[in-house]
């Protein structure tokens, strides 16, 4: 298997029989099908807001095809970083995360592991936590 080692110039456009997605590397991947629009990886809200409307079946000109690709064409006005890795941590790594004023607001807790998307976290109120690492701080 080649390994990629440039940074995509533009998204990839996956067309199957039952769904089209735009992948823009990094786990990061939009989907639109007959069961509606889907979100996979780190995507910013701003982005699936435009994605939603983009792929609105009411009123729409063109096939989904066309606005998706239309879509992908405009990614660099609406999200320029999109080619950007999403943040990463190591185990043992010290990180933070607000929990919210209903259960004590700030923490910090130490990376013990990773699973797939999902850094698993020891915070000394709560405990083990399952997290992704687009809702995780680093803590210096």
Do not use: C
Request: no cysteine; proline share 6%; charged share 25%.
């Amino acid at each position: 298997m080649k390994t990629r080692t440039a940074p995509q110039t533009a998204p990839r456009i996956i067309e199957q029989h039952e769904y089209i997605s735009v992948d823009f590397g990094n786990g990061r991947r939009l989907t639109t099908s007959y069961s509606g629009e889907r979100a996979t990886g780190a995507i910013p809200a701003h982005v699936w807001k435009a994605w939603f409307a983009a792929m609105d079946r009411k009123g729409a000109e063109g096939t989904i095809g066309e606005r998706v690709r239309a879509f992908a064409a405009g990614i660099d006005a609406l999200w320029p970083e999109w080619n950007t890795p999403p943040k990463a941590f190591a185990v043992g790594q010290t990180v933070r995360f607000d929990f919210g004023p209903r259960r004590g607001g700030m923490d910090t807790g130490v990376v013990v592991s990773l699973k797939r998307t999902t850094y698993t976290v020891r915070f000394a109120r709560m405990g083990l936590v399952g997290l992704p690492a687009d809702l995780l701080a680093e803590f210096n």
